[in-house]
């Protein structure tokens, strides 16, 4: 069969869902010898710059250029023209967004259901992409992926949308996040970020539902027993301008240190460096960067929400997002007990390795041959 791929999200930039995009169309082409692929890219700057790289890696790849720079009229309207002229048995959407018509099986993988669990959290134009998809999209598929099964039950809840219809394929994490035992490499990440001894790490973009607020109030309640800094790598997304001016009305402006996005293979370093990873959020549907953080060895103190439980089982010390005392209070019983750091860096490592591309490109594909 030949299987059409959106690659609207296949770029870094987009965090969680631009990594699921990157790494599945890899491992797909890297598991898959029998079928056929066919990638459209559309022309936005941060997806086309990858145009031509999976040749080398799959003889039975086409990569198609849409010419078109618009996201959901390409994916809605110009990529399934090109799908047909390509004979496409099934086009995959790696993010939300598929073509209304189309004689094709479609697939679409939805990353979250926070909208369902958090009041106010999107932006005015992340609610529109969010309806457009609920009413219109969703309902074209004939198979849904969902990232864990906790977003697969709120998600289906919320919609109404039917159970079977839903399958849900975990993410993964590149081997490339791991325990570093090389020094050198290890001061080379240090000094180029002018990184402290001590700090507290945070990874991710600045919106509402990673609860930034409530980390600084319990960071603040604490600082002055401990001599951490905290460190943030991370872009900003919308409504972030509180957060902002948090820093400042807790006197936190020289104990917080905002690095902005860091390449993954320093960020890998970073990890390994931290004294442990804080995931405040309000709610995740699977918590990529946490299950980094564990792939490093690094202790984590993530919120009791969501499905976070579900991934990280017993290998993080989970917290109450909406107490930033309780927040406050993990950090500083993490980063003074040496012994319970090592315990949980064990448990994380461990946990991580239960989470491959591999086997999401396996149970992806899965999906696939079942509709065809």
Same mark, same amino acid.
């Given at each position: 069969m030949r299987i059409g791929i959106t690659l609207r999200s296949h770029d870094p930039e987009w965090g969680g869902p631009g990594t699921y995009t990157i790494e599945i169309v890899k491992h797909l082409l890297q598991a898959d010898t029998l079928n056929e692929y066919a990638l459209f890219y559309p022309r936005s700057a941060g997806v086309r710059r990858f145009l031509g790289q999976y040749r080398?890696?799959?003889p039975t790849v086409l990569e198609v250029d849409t010419q078109s720079r618009s996201g959901y009229y390409t994916d809605l309207v110009v990529v399934p023209h090109l799908a047909h002229k390509l004979s496409v048995d099934i086009l995959f959407s790696p993010f939300s967004s598929l073509p209304i018509r189309g004689r094709f099986r479609k697939i679409m993988t939805v990353h979250g259901a926070e909208r369902y669990a958090v009041p106010g959290l999107l932006s005015w134009r992340s609610s529109l992409d969010w309806r457009l998809m609920e009413t219109v999209t969703? %309902?074209?598929?004939?198979?849904?992926?969902?990232?864990?099964e906790?977003? /697969?039950?709120?998600?289906?809840?919320?919609?109404?949308?039917?159970? !079977? +219809?839903?399958?849900t394929t975990y993410l993964g994490v590149n081997p490339t996040f791991q325990p570093l035992r090389d020094a050198e490499r290890l001061d080379c990440v240090r000094r180029r970020y002018q990184l402290p001894d001590n700090f507290v790490l945070f990874v991710g973009y600045l919106f509402p539902n990673k609860n930034f607020t409530n980390l600084l109030k319990g960071f603040h309640?604490?600082?002055?027993?401990?001599?951490?800094?905290l460190v943030v790598c991370g872009g900003r997304r919308w409504k972030y301008e509180k957060d902002l001016a948090a820093v400042h009305a807790y006197g936190l402006s020289d104990r917080v240190r905002f690095l902005g996005v860091v390449p993954p293979e320093d960020l890998v370093a970073i990890y390994n460096l931290a004294g442990c990873f804080v995931f405040? $959020?309000?709610? !995740?549907s699977f918590g990529l960067a946490m299950v980094e953080a564990m792939a490093c060895g690094c202790p984590v103190i993530a919120s009791n929400t969501g499905a976070l439980p579900e991934i990280a089982g017993d290998a993080v010390?989970?917290?109450?997002p909406l107490s930033p005392e309780d927040i406050g209070r993990s950090?500083? /019983?993490l980063v003074c007990d040496s $012994?319970?750091?090592?315990?949980?860096?064990? /448990?994380?490592?461990?946990?991580?390795?239960?989470?491959? %591309? !591999?086997?999401?490109? +396996? !149970?992806?594909? $899965?999906?696939?041959?079942?509709?065809v």
């Open positions: 080398a890696l799959a969703l %309902w074209r598929a004939d198979r849904v992926l969902a990232v864990s906790t977003m /697969k039950r709120d998600f289906c809840r919320a919609l109404r949308f039917p159970l !079977e +219809r839903v399958c309640a604490i600082a002055a027993a401990i001599p951490h800094q405040p $959020s309000l709610y !995740e010390l989970f917290c109450d950090i500083q /019983k $012994s319970l750091r090592a315990t949980f860096g064990a /448990k994380g490592i461990a946990r991580a390795r239960e989470f491959t %591309w !591999e086997r999401a490109a +396996r !149970e992806t594909l $899965s999906v696939f041959r079942e509709l």
